[in-house]
């Protein structure tokens, strides 16, 4: 079985990101934080490795105690939304064009969402508690 391969780029260029074996879905954060990080929702795609041609413009911002956000030092596109506590990693959809027409798995932090964000389609919208939950019971701590 070969890997699938996404790659994808800040509005810039200057840095290059592939993806092996992305997910087939995106999903969409209406946190606070996300918001304010790239001005709307934040849409998360995961995959099981990354690589950056260059990481000489790739930078990293601590947003809170359990994560990290990268972003280009060049142009400030954000480019990942590191979850410190798993490891996991997922990367802004929209930095890829072979992203633009998969679908919405779930919407989480529904409770911040901007009135002015469309949240059409037929999928799971979980408040930030229930995210909470959802984390904790997987026996995540947010101390």
Same mark, same amino acid.
């Given at each position: 079985?070969?890997e ?12 290059e ?11 969409i954060?209406?946190?606070d ?6 001005? &709307? ?5 995961? +995959?099981? #490795?990354?690589?950056?041609?260059? @990481?000489? %413009? $790739? ?32 990367? &802004? ?5 072979? +992203?633009? #027409?998969?679908?919405?798995?779930? @919407?989480i %932090? $529904?409770e ?5 964000q ?8 979980m ?17």
């Amino acid at each position: 079985m070969s890997e699938k391969v996404l790659s994808g780029h800040c509005l810039c260029g200057a840095i290059e990101v592939t993806l092996t074996n992305p997910k087939d879905h995106v999903e969409i954060c209406h946190c606070d934080m996300c918001r304010r990080s790239g001005g &709307a929702f934040y849409g998360a795609l995961e +995959a099981e #490795g990354f690589a950056y041609a260059s @990481e000489e %413009f $790739v930078g990293v911002y601590r947003s809170s105690e359990w994560a990290e956000r990268g972003f280009c030092k060049q142009c400030g596109s954000s480019l990942f939304y590191h979850f410190m506590p798993t490891g996991s990693r997922s990367f &802004a959809a929209g930095l890829f064009d072979g +992203a633009n #027409g998969l679908p919405v798995s779930r @919407e989480i %932090f $529904v409770e911040e969402k901007s009135a002015w964000q469309a949240g059409d389609g037929n999928h799971p919208k979980m408040t930030g508690e229930e995210v909470i939950a959802e984390a904790k019971a997987a026996g995540f701590t947010f101390d």
